[in-house]
Each structure stands twice: as structure tokens, then as C-alpha cells.
């Protein structure tokens, strides 16, 4: 009977509350999160080539990783990057499975290093993680430091419209960070903002909130 009542329930929540405990990293969610993500946008901001350096760093399971190799020729490489070892070794699973492996280093970080390789990359894709980084200030120095001559950093993050005036702590507990915020954190870290959009990606329906992005570049 509890089980019943509690099964009652939650079909009765509206989506958008549900969707909050639907995991959107997992692969057997990636098909769904098609539909909202807009990976050509994304892929547009990393101004990506098939023999692109690029790192996801805070890639998850890997669902940008994936994304990236697969359109990767052999000269390309994705640095996925994460600190929890688990969601490594699944994304290394899945690479195989699809026949991606040699085209991704997986990189455990720590949590003030992705540990990337010095001046060679590209792009660094920093998507809906960066609010977890409490070691921020020592990221965007690797980070800056891991791009090549025309290398760019693009950032994406999630915050909810009714929280965008809250400070940076009550927002981080949330899971979220408002873009003035991070705006700060670049310019003090020594990049140039290149282009901010705010909103990116509208997700209401399924996370409650909306997306915004920076893409940046190592200034002088």
C-alpha cells in the first residue's frame, strides 16, 4: 500500500519536479538530453575541427566526450577529465563499446588540477561543473595555461532565474552559479571574455533552470 500511495504521488508531480531526480549524465539518459542540449551550438562555441585538442573537464560519464570523438579524425584527441574514479572507469566502458577509446585520454584530475597537458589544447569545454570547483582560482590557471596560441575556454552553467541576485554560496548549494560570478573569476584569472550568452540553453522542463556561456581566451 505505501508503495502504491508513494507511486501515486509522484506521477502526480509536474515534470519539471520530477526531472530533478532524472540523472541526466547517465547514458541511458544521453537520447533524452538530445533534445534540449543543442550539441552544434556547443560544438560551435569550441570552434571544433575533426583534429581538434579538446578537454571536457568534468566530463562525467561522457556524454561531450562522446559527442566530441565522434567526430574526431585520427589526429583529434579528447582529454576527459573527472575526480571520481567510478565515472571514469564507466566512461572508459563506453568508449570501448563504441570504438572510441583511441581518441580520448582519460585523465583522473584533482581538484585544483585537470591535469592537462601544458599549451597544446585547442579548446577546454567546462560544462555544468565549474560551480562545483572550490579550488577555482587554481583551475582557470591549468586551464589557462593547458591552451595553445588561439586556444579558447568555453563555460556553460546552470542557474535558476528567481536565484540569479543570491550570493555565490547559497547559489553553489544550489548546484548553480550566476554568470557575473564567473565573469569576475576569468577577468582576476588573466582571460580575455570574448562572447557572453545568457541564456544559452533554456531547461526549465527539465532541470528548472536555465544555461548561460562564456567563451574566453588566455589574454597576455
Given at each position: 500500500?505505501?508503495?502504491?500511495?508513494?507511486?501515486?504521488?509522484?506521477?502526480?508531480?509536474?515534470?519539471?519536479?520530477?526531472?530533478?531526480?532524472?540523472?541526466?549524465?547517465k547514458e541511458s539518459a544521453?537520447?533524452?538530453?538530445?533534445?534540449?542540449?543543442?550539441?552544434?551550438?556547443?560544438?560551435?562555441?569550441?570552434?571544433?575541427?575533426?583534429?581538434?585538442?579538446?578537454?571536457?573537464?568534468?566530463?562525467?560519464?561522457?556524454?561531450?566526450?562522446?559527442?566530441?570523438?565522434?567526430?574526431?579524425?585520427?589526429?583529434?584527441?579528447?582529454?576527459?577529465?573527472?575526480?571520481?574514479?567510478?565515472?571514469?572507469?564507466?566512461?572508459?566502458?563506453?568508449?570501448?563499446?563504441?570504438?572510441?577509446?583511441?581518441?580520448?585520454?582519460?585523465?583522473?584530475?584533482?581538484?585544483?588540477?585537470?591535469?592537462?597537458?601544458?599549451?597544446?589544447?585547442?579548446?577546454?569545454?567546462?560544462?555544468?561543473?565549474?560551480?562545483?570547483?572550490?579550488?577555482?582560482?587554481?583551475?582557470?590557471?591549468h586551464v589557462k595555461r593547458?591552451?595553445?596560441?588561439?586556444?579558447?575556454?568555453?563555460?556553460?552553467?546552470?542557474?535558476?532565474?528567481?536565484?540569479?541576485?543570491?550570493?555565490?554560496?547559497?547559489?553553489?548549494?544550489?548546484?548553480?552559479?550566476?554568470?557575473?560570478?564567473?565573469?569576475d573569476d576569468l577577468k582576476?584569472?588573466?582571460?580575455?571574455?570574448?562572447?557572453?550568452?545568457?541564456?544559452?540553453?533554456?531547461?526549465?522542463?527539465?532541470?528548472?533552470?536555465?544555461?548561460?556561456?562564456?567563451?574566453?581566451?588566455?589574454?597576455?
Open positions: 500500500m505505501k508503495i502504491l500511495i508513494l507511486s501515486l504521488l509522484i506521477s502526480s508531480l509536474p515534470f519539471a519536479v520530477f526531472a530533478q531526480y532524472n540523472d541526466i549524465y544521453w537520447a533524452e538530453r538530445d533534445k534540449w542540449q543543442d550539441v552544434p551550438r556547443v560544438l560551435e562555441a569550441l570552434a571544433f575541427t575533426p583534429d581538434s585538442r579538446i578537454a571536457d573537464v568534468g566530463s562525467h560519464q561522457g556524454y561531450m566526450t562522446v559527442k566530441l570523438a565522434e567526430q574526431m579524425n585520427s589526429e583529434g584527441k579528447v582529454y576527459a577529465v573527472d575526480v571520481d574514479q567510478w565515472k571514469l572507469d564507466r566512461l572508459k566502458k563506453i568508449l570501448n563499446e563504441r570504438k572510441l577509446a583511441d581518441r580520448v585520454k582519460v585523465i583522473k584530475g584533482d581538484y585544483d588540477d585537470p591535469k592537462l597537458p601544458v599549451g597544446s589544447l585547442d579548446a577546454v569545454l567546462i560544462m555544468d561543473t565549474y560551480h562545483e570547483m572550490d579550488d577555482y582560482k587554481d583551475i582557470l590557471k593547458s591552451l595553445n596560441a588561439t586556444g579558447r575556454l568555453v563555460l556553460i552553467e546552470p542557474i535558476a532565474e528567481e536565484r540569479e541576485k543570491w550570493s555565490r554560496k547559497r547559489q553553489e548549494d544550489k548546484h548553480e552559479i550566476a554568470i557575473r560570478y564567473v565573469c582576476q584569472a588573466g582571460f580575455s571574455i570574448i562572447k557572453e550568452e545568457n541564456p544559452f540553453l533554456d531547461r526549465k522542463e527539465e532541470k528548472g533552470d536555465r544555461l548561460w556561456m562564456i567563451i574566453a581566451e588566455p589574454g597576455n
